[in-house]
């Protein structure tokens, strides 16, 4: 093996390019899911991507997606492929624990319907990565299991919730990943890990197994070093379910073919709204200069550019932060020292009520106990209008704002998180300063439109990874791979190949 960024050899190809190998027959997926658990083997134990890896589930998963391939029967376009799973989304065969000591060691009865659908497509599960405690968090600092590193610098955060999944893919520990964003946790780690991220339109991957943090919110989705790896990932887990009453009964937009279409077609005749509350005061220079530089490239690319206005977006962070810890409150009351996994001080003396807070006590970190009190204040009576009832009215504005954006372009654009990555520590007691990474991602989430985080270039102050955010109208999932693939070939041919390839801290590992 020789000793690249990538570790070498099939850790350094994409999910399609690996595809592709494993049709003609040139590696097994035996082969490829043992050079990615030597990858993590290699690599983890600095990265710390992993709270779980199924060495064992992994290859038999593969030996099955050979076997399978072997009598003509390839699953899907990515069977035999591997991929790191959020460990928020359940599992039959590995712990679930969403980051929290409240779920240490407990492994679910049913598998989630992404997770369902990953083994049905033939996708080798190498394991459940790091996040924030119950999803909660901008930086992977919020685990009860210790923080993920940032690939590009060990020195920092990898975003977040789903920083686990991101580092894994910019460690070349994985192809894919599974994230799930509530207010940014997909397309935020995607911008400061260098890698892809999309959030679906709410609605179109189920939520069937995934560990509610605030439901109307929250939406799994594909992460992938590359767009058409981020499609061909979509379209496995993508579709209705009757298990998820929100679940959208439809057909999933087009978005392998979208994605396609973009990388061979150009941006003719796309128009392309720039959001003017998203830039100024609060953006890191380099991330300005980055986005403007994919801006101009769009235009190049014979999109037609023009400035929109979405004045209520400066009210999204407020209104999320209201209606995220209330639904938060509510959904976490299911751990009652009861039900699943924690259980503190039931000695036969105490009442289920002193067991309980005991428990909630010990079993939650300090981020999600702030949320449980913040929710449940909103929520109370004679605040309710005041704070839950007003935002819910914000939120109506912010997706008045999309639908009238919509009305003149076919896909807003803005940076993904106004500043690069943090350092580890550098937030922890800063909670506002927090939040903050989340200030151009929560629409979408407020909307319930589909967003995607795509790398567009190097801080040219800290050599590290921007990120541009793209929002599509609902249910228009494939504009965001149309666009986003046509930028990459783009960004690519001015950057000199992928910028995914040049992780400059584990070159040393
Ligand atoms: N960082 C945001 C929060 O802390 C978003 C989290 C998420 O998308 N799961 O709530």
Redesign the pocket.
Known sequence: MTSTASGGGLTGLTASELAAKLRAGEVSSVEVTQAHLDRIAAVDQDVHAFLHVDAEGALAAARKADDDRASGQAASPLAGVPLALKDVLTTTDMPTTCGSKMLEGWTPPYDATVTRRLREAGVVILGKTNM?EF????STENSAYGPTRNPWDLDRIPG???GGSSAALAAFEAPLAIG???????R?PGAVTGTVGVKPTYGGVSRYGLVA?SSS??QPGPCARTVLDAALLHEVIAGHDPMDSTSIDQPVPPVVAAAREGAAGGLAGVRVGVVREFSGDGYQPGVQRAFDAAVRQLAELGAEVVEVSCPHFDYALPA?YLI?PSECSSNLARFDAMRYGLRVGDDGTRSAEEVMSLTREAGFGPEVKRRIMIGTYALSSGYYDAYYGQAQKVRTLITRDFTAAFEQVDVLVSPTTPTTAFRIGERVDDPMA??L??LCTIPA?LAGNGAMSIPCGLSDEDGLPVGLQIMAPAMADDRLYRVGAAYEVARDAAQGGALINRVPTLEAV
Request: net charge negative; proline share 0%; charged share 15%.
């Open positions: 924030d999803a909660m968090g901008s977040g919730s789903g799930t964003d509530t207010g940014g946790s997909i935020q943090f919110l929250d999320y995220a927090m939040y990474a989340d989430n």
